[in-house]
């Protein structure tokens, strides 16, 4: 069986394993028509599970809702749609049933986990935060964008053509995860008074060195997707470079 719930134990989701089934596709396959989609921003990325496959290797595969399920096989086959339609009124007739004593303990461990790891990662985001405001006095304000420095939105279409990596990897590495490089200054905007803000620059030296050691921290999972310890959505577009 591979439905599952997500914390709260109310949304059912399914399998890509089990959407792979339906539509007779590949599982691998499948997954990478997610990560598309998502990268499209047409669904929401999925939770990611590890389990055993029927040769006992672990194995990945996503959790996907119901909303994103019909999108995905409407994308894979869309004559295996009224296949998907009776799956699920399958899976919501089940979900529906009461609780056994054993699923309400996994449920609850499960829940308790999640709990705590939400709350490491608001604590973390928190320090982060408290660092950054207190760095905020010692930004300078400019006038003008130095010659060797760039906006954010520069950074991600160079580093985007440099390394192949989708904006939202970006801004992780940017903001987020650990290293992220404070703002060299911030520029006045020309249109002020027309309400424009200030926007943060970086040096590019700083950037592509940033992005450089990132990308060798990666490792590649397919010959286009990678993963990186810091970024926990999963597989991620990543070009790899030219040895030469």
């Known amino acids: 069986m591979t439905i599952a719930k997500f914390q709260g134990g109310d949304a059912v989701t399914m ?3 089990e959407i792979a089934e339906l539509v007779g ?8 028509t997610i990560e598309t989609l998502v990268e499209r921003k047409t669904i929401q990325l999925p939770q990611i599970e590890e389990v055993k496959n029927h040769l006992g ?17 409407a994308q894979l086959s869309p004559e295996f749609t009224a296949a998907l339609v009776d799956r699920w009124q399958a899976l919501e007739e089940q979900a529906a049933r009461p609780m056994t004593q054993a699923e309400i303990t996994a449920a609850n461990a499960n829940h308790l986990v999640a709990v705590e790891r939400q709350q490491r990662e608001q604590q ?18 400019l006038d003008s964008m130095p010659a060797g420095f760039e906006s954010m939105t520069s950074i991600r279409a160079r580093i985007n053509l440099r390394h192949g990596i989708p ?7 940017m903001r ?33 060195r940033r992005f450089d050691r ?10 286009e997707r990678a ?12 070009r790899q470079r030219n040895s030469a």
Not at 25 to 31: G, I
Not at 124 to 141: K, M, P, S
Not at 183 to 191: E, I, L
Not at 214 to 223: D, G, I, R, V, Y
Request: proline residues 5%; neutral net charge; charged residues 25%.
């Open 57 to 73: 290797q672990t194995v990945e595969q996503y959790q996907v809702c119901k909303r994103d399920s019909f999108v995905l096989v």
């Open 227 to 238: 993963t990186h310890p810091d970024i926990q959505q999963g597989r991620f577009k990543l």
């Open 25 to 32: 596709k590949r599982h691998d396959n499948v997954k990478r």
């Open 124 to 141: 973390v985001a928190l320090e982060r935060i408290e660092t950054r405001v207190a760095n905020v006095e010692q930004v300078r304000y």
């Open 214 to 223: 990132f990308a060798a921290e990666c490792t590649f999972e397919t010959a």
């Open 176 to 208: 987020d995860i650990p290293g992220a490089l404070l703002p060299f200054a911030m520029v006045r905007s020309k249109h002020a008074e027309d309400g424009g803000q200030p926007y943060a620059i970086w040096p590019k030296a700083d950037i592509t």
């Open 15 to 17: 399998s890509s394993q």
């Open 167 to 173: 904006q939202w990897v970006i801004n992780a590495v």
